[in-house]
Structures are given as structure tokens and as C-alpha cells.
């Protein structure tokens, strides 16, 4: 059988139950849902499994958990990224963004990740999926997208397609939540053929994305510039000298924006 192959980034803060959408699309236990207190903005963990009639890859990427991460958050973000965006070169680029949050409301901490990942990271060209978790208290899980929706277009927030879910495996049963979460998280995958996978130069991507953590941190803490972003380049992510220039001049051509600050609340 010929399998459609879908490579996708999947990310949010963490405790917004990541690891249960991987388990709700595998239809097995595959990921800890363990929230992993260690995590590093820009680590991923990847995942492979078959749903028919797909080939699923899913980055499993931590996102940023405060506006500010400072000297100690900043560099290895940044070797976190360079090893991500190495791999979704190798795997051939991007089919699609999967934007985990909680129903409860939108922050600027959950702005700025919906802009460095679909904005920066992938320049509005990949589709944009909102995944809505713990809902298993909704009657009707869909009712909360109805009730919500113009409220997280309000606050800059897009999205191709949507989700309501929850993956708790107490909801299990024929018409249980737990399953229409499941056909839910089918449906919105089988709307994505993989035709227009995005990808860029290996250096270009690095920069935009350095410049969008810079962005969207803030310049507390030290972050390094200059020739100490360039050693970092060169020693945190093994860069050779060349390739860290052509990212420093890439990032000085790039341009800033502001991040909106402000707070959506939810029904």
C-alpha cells in the first residue's frame, strides 16, 4: 500500500497536553504524558507512525514558556532550533503547524508562539491547525470552537483548521469523547495531501528564527550579539565559520516586528 507521508510540527507550552494528541492520532500510547519540566524552548522529540492511508512524522517541539528567557534559555534555544530545522530538512520540510493551547484563554505568551512558529519560522506558507485541549467538561466539545472562535481571531490567531479534544482515556466508548476527539484529529489530518510542503536554505532559516526568539524574548539577560553569537553559532551548533557569517548577514537583512501583548478570555 502507498502511503501519504505528512511532516508535522506540533507545539504549545507546555501542560497544554502535546503528548495526548500524539497518542489521540497513533491510537496507542507512544508519547509520556508526563509534562517534562526539563524542557528547552525549541527541543523536540520525534515521533513516526502509520494511519492509514498516512505516514504521520510529528516534531513534538517546546515552544516558549515565558516572554523573557534570558542568557541561559536563549543559546541553547537556538541549538535546539538548528537541530530542528535540520531535520525537517532532511525529512524533506513542513506540510503542517499544530498549534496545541487550552481552552481557557489566549496569552501573550501563547501569541508570540502562534507568530514564531507560523510567522517566523515558516513565513505564513505552511497551514496552520488550532488543536483545543481539555475539554472533556464541554456537553458538546465543538460548542466551545462556536462560542470562541471570533474571540481568537480577534487576538491575530488564524487557522486552517481546528480540533476540540480531549485525551483522557476515562471518555473512551462508541460515542465516547475520547473517540471524537480521535475521528476529530483524522478528520483535520486527511485535509492536508502534503502538496505543498515548505522548506529554505538551511542558513536563512536559522536567522529568521534566531531574530524571532530575539523578538519575542525580549534583550534581558545578556543575550549575546555580535561575536558572541557567532562563537555561540560556531561552538553550540557547529557551524563552520562561513555558514556562521551568512547567518549573521542574513539576520542583519531581516526585519523587526512587535509581538501583540495583550490577553483573550475564554467562555
Known amino acids: 500500500m502507498s502511503y501519504m507521508s505528512l511532516n508535522i510540527i506540533l507545539f504549545g507550552e507546555t501542560g497544554v497536553g502535546k503528548s495526548s494528541v500524539i497518542n ?14 526539563e524542557g528547552c524552548t525549541m527541543k523536540s522529540k520525534e515521533y513516526r507512525f502509520d494511519v492509514e492511508p498516512m505516514r504521520v512524522n510529528i516534531w513534538d517541539t517546546v515552544g516558549l514558556e515565558e516572554p523573557e528567557m534570558g542568557i541561559n534559555g536563549y543559546i541553547p534555544a537556538i541549538e535546539k532550533a538548528y537541530t530542528l530545522i535540520q531535520r525537517l530538512r532532511e525529512a524533506g520540510g513542513v506540510d503542517l503547524l499544530l ?17 514564531l512558529f507560523y510567522e517566523v519560522l515558516c513565513g505564513q506558507k505552511v497551514p496552520i491547525a488550532l488543536v483545543i485541549t481539555h475539554l472533556e467538561r464541554e456537553a458538546d466539545m465543538e460548542e466551545w470552537w462556536i462560542r470562541n472562535k471570533k474571540s481568537i481571531e480577534k487576538y491575530g490567531i488564524k487557522c486552517a483548521a481546528h480540533a476540540c479534544v480531549t485525551g483522557l482515556p476515562d471518555n473512551r ?10 475521528r ?7 485535509q492536508h495531501n502534503g502538496s505543498g510542503r515548505y522548506t529554505m536554505p538551511e542558513g536563512d532559516w536559522l536567522a529568521r ?26 561552538k553550540r551548533c557547529g557551524l563552520d565559520p562561513a555558514a556562521a ?17 495583550s490577553v483573550a478570555a475564554f467562555d
Open 24 to 37: 489521540l492520532i497513533a491510537g496507542r500510547p507512544i508519547a509520556d504524558v508526563s509534562p517534562d519540566v
Open 184 to 190: 476529530a484529529m483524522y478528520n483535520l489530518l486527511r
Open 245 to 261: 557569517l551568512r547567518v549573521m548577514e542574513a539576520m542583519k537583512q531581516s526585519e523587526h516586528s512587535t509581538p501583540v501583548q
Open 173 to 182: 466508548g462508541p460515542n465516547g469523547k475520547y473517540e471524537q476527539s480521535q
Open 99 to 115: 498549534f496545541c493551547i487550552r481552552g481557557n484563554r489566549v496569552t501573550m505568551t501563547t501569541q508570540s508562539n502562534y507568530r
Open 209 to 234: 528564527l534566531i531574530k524571532g526568539l530575539k523578538l519575542f524574548t525580549g534583550d534581558k539577560g545578556g543575550i549575546p550579539k555580535g561575536k558572541k553569537l557567532e562563537n555561540a553559532l560556531i
